[in-house]
C-alpha cells in the first residue's frame, strides 16, 4: 500500500506559486540504497497518472518529482533527474540540487536562501540546516522602548541560555554575567537597548555542545525594576546562520510580566532515532515571572519533558514517550527500521525534467469537507479511486 501521501489542490495555491518540488528524504537508518521497491504515484480523479521507480543511490536526500503551474488553470507533473545527496531534510540540498532545479524551469531565479516566511508561530519547530552545524549561528534580540516611557533612558533587556541535559536537570547558562559556556557565547549586556540591529545575541558553535547537553532555553527579562514587556515596542527573538533567518518571534504587545521564555533547541533525537548531532529550534512564547532566568528554571523543566508536537496543539505525549516510539512517518522493512519523510518545498520556482503525465486540471474540486480515498486493495502503488468519487484534486502519492 501507500506509506505516505502528499495532497495537493491546485485550484487554492497562490497564482504566485510556479512549483511544487517533492523531495524524499532518509531521516535516520541508511541511504536510498536500503529502499527496496520504492515508487511515486500520481494520481487524478480519473487514477493513475504516473508511476516512477524511486532511484536507488547512497544518498539519503532526494528531488525526485515537481508540478508545474503552466497558467489557465494547468498543472504539469515533471520527473527530477538530480543525483542524491547527503543529508535528510530538504533543506540540506537548497543549494545547488533544488536551486538548479529551480533555474531550469524560471531561467534567472535568484539563489535559495536560507530565509524562510521567518515569522513563526508558538510551538513551530523548524530543523537546523546541516550547514549550519559547521559554522556559528545565533539567537538575537532586540527591542525598542514605547516614546513616553523612561524619557529616553531606555528599558534594560537580557538574553540568557539555559542548558539541560537528557535526564532534564539543570547544567550551566550563558549570560551578560556570564557570557561563555559550551561553545555558546554572550554578545554582552546592552542596558536600554540602543542601537540597529539585534541588541544582545547568544552565538552558538553547535558542533562545540557536549553530547550530554539536549535542550538549550532561550529566555528574555526585563531588568530594569518596575518594568514589563509591555513596555516594549518593536520586539524581536531570531535564529540567524548561513546567511539567512531560520525564524522569528514578533513580541510587539507583551503582557505585563518581566520574562518570557521565547525558544529552544533541542536534539532531533525527539523524533527516534537515537543519539544525533542534530538540532531543531522552537518556539515557546511562555511568559514567566521573576527578572532573571533563575526563576524560569521550573517552567523550562516542565517544558523539557514535553514532546515539541504537544506544544502545537496535538496529542499530549512525553518527550521520553516520544523518544521510545515514534508516532509519525514510520516505515518497516524485513532487516531493519527506517525513517523516511516527504516534503513539499514551492519556491518561486524549480529542474531537469521530463514530462510524464497529461496536465493537472484544477477545474474539478471535491466538497472540502470530503476527502478522496484510494481503494486499499490496489497495493504497491496501484490503487484506484473508490466508486462515487465523481470531483477529486491531484494527488500526489509515493509508496516504499
Known amino acids: 500500500g501507500y506509506d505516505e501521501m502528499i495532497w495537493v489542490q491546485p485550484h487554492r495555491l497562490p497564482e504566485s506559486v510556479h512549483l511544487i518540488i517533492f523531495v524524499v528524504g532518509i531521516y535516520h537508518g541508511g541511504t536510498l540504497m536500503d529502499v527496496d521497491n520504492g515508487f511515486i504515484s500520481v494520481f487524478d480523479i480519473h487514477g493513475v497518472v504516473a508511476r516512477i521507480p524511486l532511484a536507488r543511490s547512497f544518498g539519503s536526500v532526494d528531488c525526485v518529482a ?21 543529508g535528510q531534510h530538504f533543506v540540506d540540498i537548497l543549494e545547488p540540487t533544488i536551486g538548479n532545479v529551480i533555474r531550469k524551469h524560471i531561467p534567472g531565479a535568484p539563489q535559495c536562501k536560507m530565509t524562510f516566511n521567518a515569522t513563526m508561530q508558538k510551538g513551530h519547530v523548524v530543523d537546523v540546516p546541516l550547514g549550519w552545524l559547521e559554522a556559528t549561528c545565533s539567537v538575537g ?22 542548558l539541560f541535559n537528557e535526564e532534564h536537570d539543570y547544567i550551566g547558562s550563558v549570560t551578560c554575567d556570564e557570557p561563555e559556556l559550551f561553545g555558546a557565547r554572550h554578545s554582552g549586556d546592552n542596558p536600554n537597548g540602543s542601537g540597529i540591529g539585534d541588541d544582545e545575541h547568544i552565538d552558538l558553535d553547535l558542533c562545540m555542545i557536549p553530547e550530554h547537553v539536549s535542550q538549550i532555553f532561550f529566555v528574555v527579562n526585563v531588568r530594569t525594576p518596575g518594568f514589563y514587556l509591555s513596555y516594549i515596542q518593536s520586539g524581536y ?3 540567524v546562520g548561513g546567511g539567512g533567518e531560520l525564524g522569528r518571534y514578533d513580541f510587539a504587545h507583551g503582557e505585563k510580566k518581566p520574562g518570557k521564555i521565547f525558544a529552544r533547541l533541542l536534539r532531533s533525537s525527539w523524533r527516534g532515532g537515537g543519539p544525533t548531532n542534530r538540532w531543531c529550534f522552537q518556539m515557546i512564547g511562555k511568559y514567566c515571572f521573576g527578572r532573571s532566568w533563575h526563576a524560569s528554571v521550573p517552567t523550562m523543566r516542565e517544558i523539557c519533558r514535553t514532546c515539541p508536537l504537544e506544544l502545537q496543539g496535538r496529542s499530549r505525549l512525553s518527550l521520553d514517550q516520544s523518544n521510545a516510539a515514534p508516532m509519525r512517518h514510520q516505515v518497516s522493512d524485513a532487516s531493519s527500521r527506517k525513517r523516511s519523510r516527504r516534503y513539499v518545498h514551492h519556491e518561486n520556482g524549480p529542474t531537469c525534467s521530463v514530462s510524464l503525465s497529461e496536465s493537472l486540471s484544477p477545474s474539478q474540486a471535491i466538497p472540502e469537507d470530503s476527502e478522496p480515498s484510494t481503494n486499499p486493495t490496489g497495493g504497491g502503488g496501484g490503487g484506484q479511486l473508490l466508486q462515487g468519487q465523481t470531483q477529486g484534486r491531484a494527488r500526489f502519492l509515493m509508496s516504499l
Do not use: T, Y
Open 66 to 86: 515537481l508540478m508545474k503551474n503552466c497558467g489557465e488553470g494547468v498543472w504539469n507533473f515533471h520527473k527530477v533527474d538530480e543525483s542524491a545527496q547527503a
Open 141 to 162: 534580540i532586540g527591542w525598542d522602548v514605547m516614546p513616553s516611557v523612561r524619557m529616553g533612558k531606555g528599558v534594560d533587556l537580557d538574553v540568557s541560555a539555559v
Open 237 to 239: 527573538c531570531r535564529f
